[in-house]
C-alpha cells in the first residue's frame, strides 16, 4: 500500500517563476492538505481540498493556489515566487475529518 | 488563532525517559496530535488525543488535559534512533486544518 506520494523532491527557482508541486494521496484517501515549513519551524498550514474544491484556507496570499482531481492527487501551484517561498512544502491526506494525517516526503523549494 | 508552545530543545540519555511539554490555547479543541519529525523528512504520526488522560503506545504515551490546555508526549527507554523533532499539533473545534507548535528537538546521547 503506497504511502503519501510528492513530486519532485526537490526544486530550485528564480524569484519571479512559478512553480507546481504535486501530491498522491495515500490509498483510501479523499482529503488533502498542504503545509509550508519552514527550516526550524513546525508546519503552517496553507489549504485542504476535498470533493475537488478548497474547504479551508491558511494565511497565505492568492500567489498560492491548488487543485484536486477526481482521484484525489492535488496540486500546489506558486506564482511570482519570493526568496521568502524557500521551505519545504508537505502534502498530508487523510479520510475525512477527523482522521490523523498522513504526511508525504516533502518537496524542497528553493529560490535563488 | 491558535497558540502552541513547546521547548525548543531537550538532551537525555541513551535508555533515559524525557517528557516534552505541549501548551495551547485555541478557539475550541477536537483533538492533539503529536508527529515525529526526522531531519530532513515528513512527519510521522505518533499519537491523537481528544479525551483526557494518558494513552500508552509501547515506548510512548501521551497525556492530554483539556481544562489545562496541556498535553506530554513521554518517550521511555531513549533509543539513538529516536533523536527528532517531535511536533505537537492541535485541531481546533469545527476546524480542518492542525495547527502545529514549532518542534521540541530532541537529541539522545550515548
Known amino acids: 500500500d503506497a504511502g503519501v506520494t510528492q513530486s519532485p523532491t526537490h526544486l530550485i527557482k528564480t524569484r519571479g517563476q512559478q512553480v507546481t508541486l504535486r501530491c498522491s494521496p495515500k490509498?483510501?484517501?479523499?482529503?488533502v492538505s498542504w503545509y509550508q515549513q519552514a527550516l526550524g519551524q513546525g508546519p503552517q498550514f496553507i489549504f485542504q481540498y476535498y470533493e475537488e474544491e478548497e474547504r479551508q484556507r491558511g494565511n497565505f496570499p492568492d500567489r498560492f493556489s491548488g487543485h484536486q482531481f477526481p482521484n484525489y492527487s492535488s496540486e500546489l501551484n506558486v506564482n511570482a515566487l519570493l526568496l521568502g517561498d524557500s521551505a519545504l512544502y508537505l502534502c498530508?491526506?487523510?479520510?475525512?475529518?477527523?482522521?490523523?494525517?498522513?504526511f508525504g516526503p516533502g518537496t524542497r523549494l528553493t529560490v535563488t | 488563532g491558535q497558540n502552541i508552545d513547546q521547548p525548543t530543545e531537550m538532551t537525555a540519555t541513551e535508555g533515559a525517559i524525557v517528557q516534552i511539554n505541549c501548551t495551547y490555547q485555541t478557539s475550541g479543541f477536537n483533538g492533539l496530535f503529536w508527529y515525529q519529525q526526522h531531519a530532513g523528512e515528513a512527519p510521522t504520526f505518533l499519537s491523537y488525543?481528544?479525551?483526557?488522560g494518558l494513552e500508552e503506545k509501547g515506548r510512548f504515551s501521551s497525556f492530554l488535559s483539556r481544562s489545562k490546555g496541556y498535553s506530554y508526549l513521554l518517550l521511555k527507554e531513549l533509543q539513538m534512533k529516536d533523536s527528532a523533532s517531535y511536533l505537537c499539533?492541535?485541531?481546533?473545534?469545527?476546524?480542518?486544518?492542525?495547527?502545529f507548535g514549532a518542534g521540541t528537538t530532541v537529541t539522545v546521547r550515548a
Open positions: 499539533a492541535v485541531r481546533p473545534r469545527n476546524d480542518y486544518k492542525l495547527s
Open positions: 490509498s483510501g484517501h479523499d482529503t
Open positions: 498530508a491526506s487523510s479520510r475525512d475529518f477527523p482522521y490523523e494525517q498522513y
Open positions: 488525543n481528544v479525551l483526557d
